[in-house]
């Protein structure tokens, strides 16, 4: 019995109750044919009916699953398409109605191009954020100071639940902020390695190797990027540091070696070919230690060499100590001198040179102290020189003063002899100048009152005290023109006591008479002061022939030994020097007529 096989193309109910239709008129043909039992015949049949009911049941509930599956397509994919939305901070896609009719593979063909676009959205979202957070995940590493890190994108864990442009921003900006810490770590690490350069340089030490002992990445040779951690940069601070605190101990211990050189070399008198070696310490006496970058300027051989430099001037410094001692003290005995000043005494000298000898004496503090007294010496010369020079004028006066009163006790003085009209010049000038000492010795007293009152000490000449000499010359002086008075009074008496006794004693005649009167006119005529005719016991000052610096310093040792007492007070000194002047003739009075 052959197959009965529909039609293709048929898959209609109306095809099929057809087909089972004929399918069954052949079954009964056969069954009659055969001679079936009706009971086995409705037995087939009902199989028969099961079976198609199975058959159907099973294309029904095919079908439904179809359909379930095509449902939870739909809807996984509009719930993926609206977590895509989400997740890219989007509110829907252009081009997409929002609202979906038709079939469910409609709806399922509509949807499908849209989710496409958002996951290729999605895919390209996440490369940047997976990008972003690499790139802040290296420079994060590289601030941490992680040696070793592993840059490969694929260990980067991107939150695809939040892929929105404001999310992708925000990680944009912490990325620029770390590139910002990452420059502004490279900027101070260059500038810390910059430092340690000039440091370095300045010193004489070897940058290099300083360098990489804080850590191999610092040096450009190692060929890696550089440590930019915090460790790092505390490293590097703590090295600039100690390279500043050894510049600064370096610095100010060469101040102490340059001071030290300069006191030497003043004390010691050192050449300026000597001086010059050590040009370089003594320039960096006047610096700071920010103002010293030369390279090589703070060396240990250079602090070496000026430590050896001060210990051999040491060692030289107490040998010619006592020379520059005794030097700067007689320039300072030259200035006391010079001026007629007070000078140290020689045992007190004698004393300094023992501490020396012996080395019990701070040499700088003894040359300075003696540096000291030679300024305030020439500041007081300076301020004595007026008074010098008008005791100078006094003493060129009492000079001729001296000199005229021996003059006039030479009766030969009016002979026609060899050089005596010269004298009688010079005794005219004589006479002009003796006239001017009274003012004069007003003029220096008054001065010398004013200068002890600024001064608020007593004007010492030669250890004397001036004013003392002043008025002890002013004493004498007056004493010696009364003395002259009294003797010019007796001789007139004298003289015409002895010219009234020959008067009466004898008349003489007429030529007698002009014998006298022509001697008379002799003594007296000649426009001759009565002190040409007048015998005259004068005993100048200072008649041994000594200087007047000799006279004066007869004064000074008379004036040493008692000062501090009474000025002047011995007994006989005035006494003596009236006796000495008492015979001195008045050279600055007018003639007297007979």
């Known amino acids: 019995m052959g197959s009965f096989q529909a039609p293709p193309g048929m898959r209609s109910s109306a095809l099929l109750e057809t087909s089972c239709g004929y399918?069954?008129?052949?079954?009964?043909?056969?069954?009659?044919?055969?001679?079936?039992?009706?009971?086995?015949?409705?037995?087939v049949l009902l199989e028969l009916e099961q079976e198609c009911l199975e058959v159907?049941?099973?294309?029904?509930d095919r079908a439904n699953m179809s359909r379930a599956r095509l449902h939870q397509e739909l809807a996984e994919s509009e719930a993926e398409f609206t977590h895509l939305l989400l997740s890219l901070g989007e509110r829907s896609l252009p081009g997409r109605p929002e609202k979906m009719s038709g079939t469910i593979k409609q709806q399922l063909d509509s949807i499908t191009p849209a989710l496409q676009e958002m996951r290729l959205r999605k895919e390209e979202r996440v490369n940047q954020f997976r990008a972003v957070q690499g790139q802040i995940q290296k420079i994060s590493a590289e601030i941490a100071g992680q040696s070793e890190y592993?840059?490969?994108?694929?260990?980067?864990?991107?939150n695809e639940n939040d892929l929105s442009l404001k999310k992708l921003?925000?990680?944009?900006?912490?990325?620029?902020?770390?590139?910002?810490?990452?420059?502004?770590?490279?900027?101070?690490?260059?500038?810390?390695?910059?430092?340690?350069?000039?440091?370095?340089?300045?010193?004489?030490?070897?940058?290099?190797?300083?360098?990489?002992?804080?850590?191999?990445?610092?040096?450009?040779?190692?060929?890696?990027?550089?440590?930019?951690?915090?460790?790092?940069?505390?490293?590097?601070?703590?090295?600039?540091?100690?390279?500043?605190?050894?510049?600064?101990k370096r610095l100010e211990k060469l101040h102490q070696l340059g001071k030290a050189l300069k006191n030497l070399w003043s004390l010691m008198d050192t050449s300026y070919g000597d001086r010059y070696l050590f040009s370089h310490v003594i320039d960096q006496l006047s610096v700071s230690s920010a103002e010293v970058s030369d390279p090589g300027s703070l060396t240990l051989d250079i602090i070496q060499q000026a430590e050896a430099e001060v210990k051999r001037l040491d060692q030289l410094k107490a040998s010619k100590m006592k020379e520059l001692?005794?030097?700067?003290?007689?320039?300072?005995?030259?200035?006391?001198?010079?001026?007629?000043m007070e000078i140290p005494s020689r045992s007190e000298m004698e004393n300094i040179l023992n501490l020396i000898n012996t080395g019990?004496?701070?040499?700088?503090?003894?040359?300075?102290?003696?540096?000291?007294?030679?300024?305030?010496?020439?500041?007081e010369a300076s301020s004595r020189k007026s008074i010098m020079e008008k005791v100078e004028k006094w003493i060129l006066a009492r000079d001729e003063e001296r000199w005229l009163e021996e003059y006039s006790m030479d009766e030969n003085r009016y002979s026609v002899?060899?050089?005596a009209h010269r004298n009688l010049r010079r005794a005219e000038r004589a006479r002009v100048t003796v006239n001017k000492i009274p003012a004069l010795v007003d003029s220096l007293m008054a001065k010398t009152k004013s200068w002890e009152e600024e001064r608020r000490k007593v004007f010492l000449y030669d250890e004397v005290p001036l004013l003392a000499m002043l008025e002890e010359y002013n004493l004498s002086r007056q004493e010696r023109e009364e003395e002259k008075q009294r003797q010019r009074m007796k001789k007139v008496?004298?003289?015409?006591?002895?010219?009234?006794?020959?008067?009466?004693?004898?008349?003489?005649?007429?030529?007698?008479?002009?014998?006298?009167?022509?001697?008379?006119?002799?003594?007296?005529?000649?426009?001759?002061?009565?002190?040409?005719?007048?015998?005259?016991?004068?005993?100048?000052?200072?008649?041994?022939?000594?200087?007047?610096?000799?006279?004066?310093?007869?004064?000074?040792?008379?004036?040493?030994?008692?000062?501090?007492?009474?000025?002047?007070?011995?007994?006989?000194?005035?006494?003596?020097?009236?006796?000495?002047?008492?015979?001195?003739?008045?050279?600055?009075?007018?003639?007297?007529?007979?």
């Open 493 to 594: 008496q004298s003289q015409v006591v002895v010219e009234q006794e020959n008067f009466t004693t004898s008349r003489p005649s007429t030529s007698n008479r002009r014998l006298s009167n022509k001697s008379l006119n002799g003594g007296f005529g000649n426009a001759s002061p009565l002190n040409r005719r007048l015998s005259l016991s004068i005993q100048q000052l200072g008649s041994n022939g000594k200087s007047s610096v000799a006279l004066g310093t007869s004064f000074i040792k008379e004036g040493k030994k008692e000062q501090g007492k009474r000025i002047f007070p011995r007994p006989n000194f005035t006494s003596q020097l009236r006796d000495e002047t008492a015979s001195v003739v008045s050279t600055f009075s007018g003639p007297l007529s007979p």
């Open 417 to 419: 002899s060899r050089g």
């Open 360 to 379: 019990e004496i701070d040499y700088a503090e003894l040359l300075m102290s003696i540096d000291e007294q030679i300024p305030r010496a020439k500041e």
């Open 56 to 60: 159907y049941r099973r294309k029904v």
């Open 150 to 158: 592993d840059d490969s994108i694929t260990n980067v864990k991107v």
């Open 23 to 43: 399918l069954l008129q052949e079954l009964q043909m056969i069954w009659n044919e055969v001679g079936e039992d009706q009971s086995e015949r409705e037995k």
């Open 169 to 248: 921003e925000e990680y944009q900006n912490e990325l620029q902020r770390l590139h910002n810490e990452k420059n502004n770590r490279l900027q101070q690490v260059e500038k810390y390695i910059a430092a340690v350069h000039n440091l370095s340089a300045t010193l004489g030490m070897e940058s290099s190797m300083i360098i990489t002992k804080v850590h191999p990445s610092l040096n450009e040779l190692c060929g890696i990027s550089k440590n930019i951690s915090d460790g790092i940069l505390a490293k590097l601070n703590s090295t600039v540091e100690s390279l500043q605190e050894e510049k600064q």
């Open 325 to 340: 001692f005794l030097k700067k003290q007689n320039e300072l005995e030259e200035i006391c001198n010079k001026s007629h």
